[in-house]
């Protein structure tokens, strides 16, 4: 029915977004810096003077957790939320419909994007040299862009039926936060454990950025054959639910 | 040629399918069978078909289902028993500004909603200039919306929607917006799009309008046709029932 230019509406999607969440606050998007930073700090607090940490290059190891820690639990949330949101348009609006989960995603990519830029500051700041195998720092992150773009899909469909699930999306985020290894490392977890861990596109996400800018070396083919294959089947599975719950979406909205 | 053809459309709606908690859902799974006790039905087999050109006004007191129909026969869902069919581009205002945002500014604005009607960059600049002409807000283009009166908001949303150019028009109780001028200049923009042989299908209270508007019409109530036909006998109909005791 819609025969319109997508690129066009995800744009002006997106920067609506953009507009109403900074434009009516002073410092603007200088919060997407300050909440890591405050959080960098609390971190080192808790890690240097309560526990002991010999971690090198504390920060960066941090900050490769916090950075797509961040981006997932935000862009799931509003992803979560993004049918019931914007019931007014779907409601009253013959626009494609996927076109809602995603545009929440993306408009979080800034957010991922200033953070990433004080990643890579910190990274630089404490000794790490740019080197060739930070090319491989872009696949992974449009990787995780994909497979969050999956849950999104999925979650923003069921959410429609089943008003509970955002509840259960938030839970989730914070058991995640200590089952990813974001505060420790990969290499402290048990080895029963670990296959599991890869498997969790999350994890696999802050491994492979912490083996390309703490180790300097490319992502192991097994972690990126995971992550990839892990990102497109969440993707393909979020497009088809999607699909199949969308038709009824007028009538519970 | 029929532009529009509805063919026996039934749509039905449960009473609670707003609404859904998770324990509702599993008392259907686990308790079962509440669900035919609380639905609604919205339209009961309705069929009517509206020609290449013609000018339909659906009229009916609130309820009645006329607002379900337009939903359905834009696609904005789907009819639980029976087939909708349209040819050529349609462009729906079911609702005036339903993608504004009061913190975007009009120009924003006109973008954003140009988009979700399905116009690209290039149509919406080609065309910016022409309708901030016709909403006649230009000084305020640059405010943010909620600084407009409210007048001022719906004459922007109007602007942008009757600048649409599509082959079929459908139209929910938009049109009486605006002061007289404004809602002159409507008029006439609408009756430039019928000049062109375009179609067009609307719903209003306005019995005015309609009169002027439109050739035919299609009397609903309580999601049943009542009367199809030309628009000052269902007109007379209506208002001959309305009058009656119940």
């Known amino acids: 029915m819609w025969r319109g230019e997508y690129r066009f509406l995800l744009k002006n999607l997106i920067l609506k977004d953009f507009r109403v969440r900074y434009r009516n606050m002073s410092l603007g998007v200088f919060w997407s810096l300050l909440n890591p930073l405050i959080m960098l700090g609390v971190y080192t607090f808790v890690f240097t003077k309560i526990f002991t940490t010999s971690t090198p290059h504390w920060g960066v190891f941090i900050l490769c957790g916090m950075v797509p820690f961040n981006f997932f639990a935000l862009a799931w949330s509003a992803g979560t939320t993004s049918m019931i949101d914007n019931a007014g348009l779907v409601k009253r609006v013959p626009v494609p419909r996927e076109i809602m989960p995603i545009t929440s995603v ?12 004080l990643l890579l500051l ?32 999925f979650f923003a469909a069921v959410n429609v039926y089943v008003r509970d699930t955002r509840y ?53 083919h097994v972690l990126l054959e995971k992550l990839t294959a892990v990102s497109l089947i969440s993707f393909g599975l979020g497009w088809m639910v999607f699909r199949r719950l969308k038709n009824r979406f007028y009538d519970y909205l | 040629m029929n532009v529009i053809t509805c063919e026996n459309v039934w749509k039905t709606f449960h009473r609670r399918s707003g609404q859904k908690l998770f324990r509702d859902h599993l008392a259907s799974w686990f308790g079962g069978g509440d669900g035919e006790s609380h639905a609604f039905h919205a339209l ?21 289902g006329k607002s379900t129909l337009l939903s359905i026969v834009t696609g904005l869902t789907q009819p639980d028993k029976g087939s909708v069919q349209i040819q050529g581009r349609v462009a729906a205002l079911l609702e005036l500004g339903s993608g504004f945002h009061p913190d975007l500014t009009g120009r924003e604005n006109i973008f954003l909603n140009a988009a979700l009607l399905g116009f690209s960059e290039k149509q919406t600049r080609g065309m910016f200039d022409a309708i901030v ?33 599509p082959e079929v028009l459908i139209v929910d ?25 375009k179609t067009f299908l609307c719903v209003s209270h306005s019995k005015q309008m309609l009169l002027e508007l439109c050739d035919r019409a299609v009397w609903l109530d309580h999601g ?6 030309k628009i000052a006998n269902v007109f007379e109909a209506y208002e001959g029932r309305a009058a009656l005791p119940k």
């Open chain 2, 44 to 64: 009961k087999g309705i069929s009517f078909q509206v020609a290449n050109g013609e000018s339909v006004a659906v009229i009916g007191s609130n309820g009645a």
């Open chain 1, 106 to 117: 993306l408009s979080n990519c800034l957010h991922l994007l200033i953070q990433i830029a």
């Open chain 1, 122 to 153: 910190v990274a630089m700041l404490s000794g790490i040299t740019v080197n060739f195998n930070w090319i491989w720092l872009p696949v992974v992150w449009t990787l995780e862009v994909i497979f969050v773009c999956g849950l999104a899909l």
């Open chain 2, 224 to 229: 049943e046709v009542v009367m199809c036909g």
């Open chain 2, 173 to 197: 109780e938009v049109l009486a917006v605006g002061d007289q001028d404004f809602q002159a200049k409507c008029h006439d923009r609408i009756r430039d799009f019928r000049r062109a042989g």
């Open chain 1, 168 to 220: 259960v999306v938030e839970s989730a985020t914070l058991v995640l936060f200590w089952l990813v290894p974001i505060i420790y490392d990969f290499s402290m977890i048990p080895p029963q454990y670990r296959d599991i861990y890869q498997y969790n596109p999350l994890a696999a996400l802050i491994l492979a950025m912490r083996e390309i800018l703490l180790s300097a070396r490319p992502p192991s």
């Open chain 2, 133 to 165: 002409e016709f909403s006649g807000v230009k000084d305020f283009i640059d405010e943010p919306l909620r600084t407009y009166s409210s007048g001022m908001g719906v004459r922007l949303a109007f602007s942008v929607a009757v600048n649409v150019d």
